[in-house]
């Protein structure tokens, strides 16, 4: 009975040993999947922690979207439409590179909207 003990508190110490040294779960936020799947494709290889371009991470850093403050949240939030409406972002000299990471005018429209929704959405304190 005491051996048993020893094991299970053993086992126990052992988990929370094994447990302290595993990664951090990478923050998975809640943009909607279909949003989720845009920035991925056209603006996660310079503005997410891999990035290395620390300019980029300076502007905006998605994985550190939770992050941020309310009022910083809306301010980007107008700003990615913008700059995605004016085709700023993703930067024409990348999309020479990899034109596959164009983005197609209903994906930026798909963006925009979500944009303004979720602007809306934090102004209302949701
Ligand atoms: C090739 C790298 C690269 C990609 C891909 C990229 N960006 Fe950027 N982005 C930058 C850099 C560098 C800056 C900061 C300097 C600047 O403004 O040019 C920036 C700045 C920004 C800013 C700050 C506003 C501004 O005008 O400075 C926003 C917002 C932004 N990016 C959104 C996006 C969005 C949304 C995407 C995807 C649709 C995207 N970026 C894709 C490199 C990139």
Same mark, same amino acid.
């Given at each position: 009975m005491k051996k048993q003990i020893v094991l299970m508190v053993a086992t126990g110490i052992l988990f929370l040993f094994f447990q302290s040294f595993s990664p951090e779960p990478a923050s998975e936020i809640d943009f909607p999947d279909e949003i989720s799947t845009i920035l991925k494709s056209s603006c996660y290889d310079c503005h997410s922690t891999e990035a290395k371009?620390? *300019?980029? $991470? *300076?502007a905006i850093n998605f994985?550190?979207? !939770? !992050?941020?403050? $309310?009022t910083k949240k809306i301010g980007l939030l107008g700003d990615i439409c913008k700059v995605v409406d004016e085709g700023k972002m993703p930067p024409e000299k990348y999309l020479e590179h990899k034109p596959d990471r164009k983005m197609s005018e209903a994906q930026k429209k798909v963006l925009c909207d979500w944009t303004r929704q979720e602007s809306e959405k934090l102004m209302q304190g949701n």
């Open positions: 371009s620390e *300019k980029a $991470l *300076k994985e550190q979207w !939770d !992050d941020y403050r $309310l």
